[in-house]
């Protein structure tokens, strides 16, 4: 059976948030993964751009997740980046960079839970109230610097749960009768992935 343009989608912005999640230090992994959660999700949400005015927001954050993940891989290679690093800029440009993956998630949430009320369906307002206290706990973590196994064992486990919440409600969605109609566009997905690569290898060439 042939999936629905609505399954399509959403799978592809679940893995590009699938994707944030994965730490892996070697092979460039810790750069590669992220930049392909980002083109995930911004082609992703594009599709949605026109449903309502969250899955619209959950799109322009994507498009700037995409920025942002590219200055992020170009600053890395440049040799005087600590000294970008101190910057007030940087770190402005750091605190949206990890606050959006979270922003996407309720985006994404409260886009289809629009889409369930126009459909009279049920709404399980829980997985909201998880996105909030994952990021509460990510926030208390990370200002205590917390290195230990256990605890990020547990976040990565709850970063997990939360994402198949997020594709449970997508598929209670369906079943309520959402049809996702492919809108015609001047520029494909394709170029703007080619684009995005392109842009970031001439930024390594230059840094």
Known sequence: MEESFWKQTYE?????????????????????????GALLLFTGFRKLRLENRWLKAGYAGAALKVVITIVNIVIGSVLEREKIYVSYVWKVIVFCGGILPVFLMVCLFL???????KRK?????????????????????????YQGLILALIII?????????????????????YVLEEQPVWISDGKYVGGA???TVAGLIIS
């Open 12 to 36: 592809k912005i679940l893995i590009g948030m699938g994707l944030f999640g994965i730490t892996l230090n070697f092979l460039f992994l810790n750069q590669i993964l992220p930049f392909l």
């Open 111 to 117: 886009g289809m839970r629009e889409e369930l009320e």
């Open 121 to 145: 369906a049920e709404i399980k307002n829980e997985v909201l109230l998880h996105i909030i206290i994952w990021y509460v706990a990510m926030v208390v973590l990370a200002a205590w610097n």
């Open 157 to 177: 486990a709850a970063y997990i749960g939360i994402l198949v919440e997020l594709k449970h409600l997508a598929e209670q969605l369906e079943q309520a009768g």
């Open 197 to 199: 690569v392109m842009v």
